[in-house]
């Protein structure tokens, strides 16, 4: 299955500088891609080209073996789908049911089917009980969940988001992730933008890191361990690998690496 290959990428916007430079790199089919990079990087310009929203000025965008360009948009738009920030930006209705049963009837879909999609897309983000509910009277995390279904109930193969986690407390932050793993494990590709070098560490398969709208990296998340990369790139060390620097520990899932500090504590008592 193919993935996104992204060519030689520039754009420019109107009477400013340029916002990407040259830009290459591939998302492999089913993966977890986190974008990188500090204010003004070019992160939600290059989202913005995945299904569209920008075309490309110079290279090109291929999205499951197809080109981003405008005579394809319709199609293109049904295989990815964008997530931003603010959720009340893509919340139209007055109710979460309705809200989720946009896109599906701009599709001209029959009844029963948009009934179908919005039950399922609803399951998917655990979010059943709120269909009668009020969008405006939810939660951020909440929010966030309703867009995200009404962007599933488009049937995406690609879902992109930019800053998901962001205004989150712990607790919604961790449901989301819950909520974004199983979509990940019925094999979406999964792109998300994000300032936090924790969750790219330790959540990502794949790491993107921009500066000033070039790419700086391209490839392993651990490269967010190279103390001079990260440094380049504006960014910071995650907070698991300076806490295990110099332990030859290079486990990122805590309780793996909880577990094996008490086996090696409880091992150095034996030996007194």
Same mark, same amino acid.
Request: charged share 25%.
């Given at each position: 299955? !193919?993935?996104?290959?992204?060519?030689?990428?520039?754009?420019?916007?109107?009477?400013?500088? @340029?916002?990407? *430079?040259?830009?290459?790199?591939?998302?492999?089919?089913?993966?977890?891609?986190?974008?990188?990079?500090?204010?003004?990087?070019? =992160? +939600?310009?290059?989202?913005?080209?995945?299904?569209?929203? %920008?075309?490309?000025? =110079? #290279?090109?965008?291929?999205?499951?073996?197809?080109?981003?360009?405008?005579?394809?948009? *319709?199609?293109?738009?049904?295989?990815? #789908?964008?997530?931003?920030?603010?959720?009340?930006?893509?919340?139209?209705?007055?109710?979460?049911?309705?809200?989720?049963?946009?896109?599906?009837?701009?599709?001209?879909?029959?009844? @029963?089917? &948009?009934?179908?999609?919005?039950?399922?897309?609803?399951?998917?983000? !655990?979010?059943?009980?709120? #269909? *009668?509910? +009020?969008?405006?009277?939810?939660?951020?995390?909440?929010?966030? =969940?309703?867009?995200?279904?009404? /962007?599933?109930?488009?049937?995406? @193969? /690609?879902? &992109?988001?930019?800053?998901?986690? +962001?205004?989150?407390?712990?607790?919604?932050?961790?449901?989301?992730?819950?909520?974004?793993?199983?979509?990940?494990?019925?094999?979406?590709?999964?792109?998300?933008?994000?300032?936090?070098?924790?969750?790219?560490?330790?959540?990502?398969?794949?790491?993107?890191?921009?500066?000033?709208?070039? &790419?700086?990296?391209? #490839?392993?998340?651990?490269?967010? @361990?190279?103390?001079?990369?990260?440094?380049?790139?504006?960014? !910071?060390?995650?907070?698991?690998?300076?806490?295990?620097?110099?332990?030859?520990?290079?486990?990122?899932?805590?309780?793996?690496?909880?577990?094996?500090?008490? !086996?090696?504590?409880? %091992?150095?008592?034996?030996?007194?």
């Amino acid at each position: 299955m !193919e993935g996104i290959t992204v060519t030689n990428l520039s754009y420019t916007y109107q009477g400013a500088r @340029e916002a990407l *430079k040259d830009v290459s790199f591939h998302v492999t089919a089913g993966k977890k891609l986190a974008v990188l990079g500090a204010n003004g990087s070019g =992160k +939600s310009t290059l989202i913005q080209h995945f299904n569209g929203l %920008i075309l490309p000025q =110079k #290279g090109t965008v291929k999205i499951r073996g197809e080109f981003v360009e405008k005579k394809n948009l *319709k199609t293109l738009r049904q295989k990815v #789908g964008i997530i931003f920030d603010q959720p009340d930006d893509q919340i139209l209705a007055s109710t979460v049911y309705e809200d989720v049963a946009f896109g599906p009837r701009n599709l001209r879909l029959s009844e @029963e089917e &948009v009934q179908q999609r919005v039950k399922q897309a609803l399951e998917q983000m !655990e979010i059943e009980e709120l #269909g *009668k509910a +009020s969008p405006y009277e939810l939660s951020l995390g909440q929010k966030k =969940k309703v867009a995200i279904a009404g /962007v599933l109930a488009m049937k995406p @193969e /690609v879902l &992109v988001f930019d800053e998901p986690f +962001s205004g989150l407390d712990p607790l919604s932050r961790e449901g989301l992730k819950k909520a974004l793993d199983a979509l990940h494990r019925l094999g979406h590709t999964l792109i998300f933008t994000t300032h936090n070098v924790d969750i790219a560490y330790q959540w990502a398969d794949q790491l993107l890191i921009l500066k000033e709208g070039q &790419v700086l990296h391209s #490839g392993r998340v651990e490269a967010l @361990e190279d103390e001079k990369l990260v440094s380049k790139g504006n960014l !910071e060390l995650p907070t698991l690998v300076k806490i295990l620097q110099g332990t030859g520990i290079s486990e990122k899932n805590p309780a793996i690496i909880n577990r094996t500090l008490k !086996e090696a504590l409880d %091992i150095g008592k034996q030996q007194k």
